[in-house]
């Protein structure tokens, strides 16, 4: 099936815009629903400042570097939406600057959910080892080895961008996407044999921890089962993930089957490649997770109660009267 005609179709759509009602409509969904996960994610990483059960143990300090991650790559990705509506075309400069952080975060996501169902495979296979491996100061470690890791894929086509181009280019302005910027084939066969590497490296240690774990289920272990179900979510959190390496081509497809939707087209990829994935994360741990759960309901209601905060029903004595706090 040949793609080029709705290929060109989907660069002249670049130059197309949308009429003043539809392009706010479309912009009010992509800020709300933007603001409605980063607010839950605020929550969840408040939660996890405010009690000591989270930041002492890897598997939670792992999970909000997944959710700071998810709100950064979201914040990105919704300005520069916004900002191709506003202005169309940005300086080539601020325009690298965004995408490059923009595509560390999203190579970010797959290697920490990795990374997570590692943990979760040393807790249940190799339990009476799990708290020497897994330390608080090695997490962090990991975490650092994550960034310089995630960089691999990308700076080297910085520096060919940096070698090639003239420095006019980089004072003019483009319409602010990966393939705008990156233009020449090398750097888009880099771009597919990293995204390769990545994927069947993240692919294979799943697999490998679902089955390790799903072995020991059989013993009847609620925590094994528990984390069984969990590395499950992660596969369906990477299918997600993996959607914004597909997205030229389902667009292309899409494009092929109706021509006439270009704009929409486009308005509904970035929604299923952008957004939906940033609100699996919280599901996953926000209301999965019990100790999670019975911590968050108060801050998500904003409301303070007792449950929430179990360490203030002390009482403090104030010139030898007893006082509650207020």
Not at 258 to 275: A, D, M, N
Request: net charge positive; glycine share 2%; charged share 15%.
């Amino acid at each position: 099936m040949n793609f080029s005609a709705g290929e060109s179709n989907f660069t002249v759509v670049l130059m197309e815009r949308d009429t003043f009602e539809t392009a706010l409509t479309k912009n009010i969904i992509v800020v709300a629903l933007c603001l409605s996960i980063n607010y839950i994610n605020s929550t969840l990483v408040h939660t996890f400042t405010k009690h000591q059960v989270f930041n002492t143990n890897p598997r939670y300090i792992l999970f909000i570097h997944l959710v700071v991650n998810d709100m950064l790559q979201l914040t990105l990705a919704c300005l520069l939406y916004v900002l191709s509506y506003i202005v169309h075309t940005l300086n080539v400069s601020f325009c690298c600057l965004l995408l490059v952080f923009t595509i560390f975060t999203t190579f970010n996501t797959p290697v920490n959910l990795a990374i997570m169902a590692i943990e979760r495979y040393i807790a249940v296979c190799i339990p009476l080892r799990h708290a020497q491996i897994c330390t608080v100061r090695r997490t962090y470690i990991t975490i650092s080895l994550i960034w310089v890791l995630t960089t691999i894929p990308i700076l080297p086509d910085v520096f060919i961008l940096l070698a090639t181009e003239p420095l006019s280019f980089f004072s003019s302005r483009i319409f602010c996407n990966r393939e705008g910027l990156f233009r020449y084939p090398s750097m888009i066969e880099r771009n597919y044999i990293s995204f390769y590497v990545f994927l069947s490296l993240i692919w294979l240690s799943l697999l490998y921890t679902y089955l390790s774990i799903m072995f020991a289920a059989r013993a009847a272990s609620a925590d094994a089962r528990k984390a069984r179900n969990t590395i499950l979510l992660h596969g369906l959190q990477l299918l997600l993930c993996m959607t914004s390496y597909v997205r030229s081509a389902l667009e292309g497809v899409l494009l092929y089957l109706f021509p006439t939707k270009l704009l929409e087209i486009r308005f509904f990829s970035y929604v299923i490649v952008q957004i939906i994935p940033r609100f699996v994360s919280p599901i996953v741990y926000g209301l999965r997770d019990q100790t999670f759960r019975k911590h968050l309901k108060g801050y998500l209601l904003c409301r303070v109660n007792a449950s929430t905060y179990p360490h203030n029903d002390t009482l403090f004595k104030i010139s030898g009267r007893e006082k509650r706090p207020l």
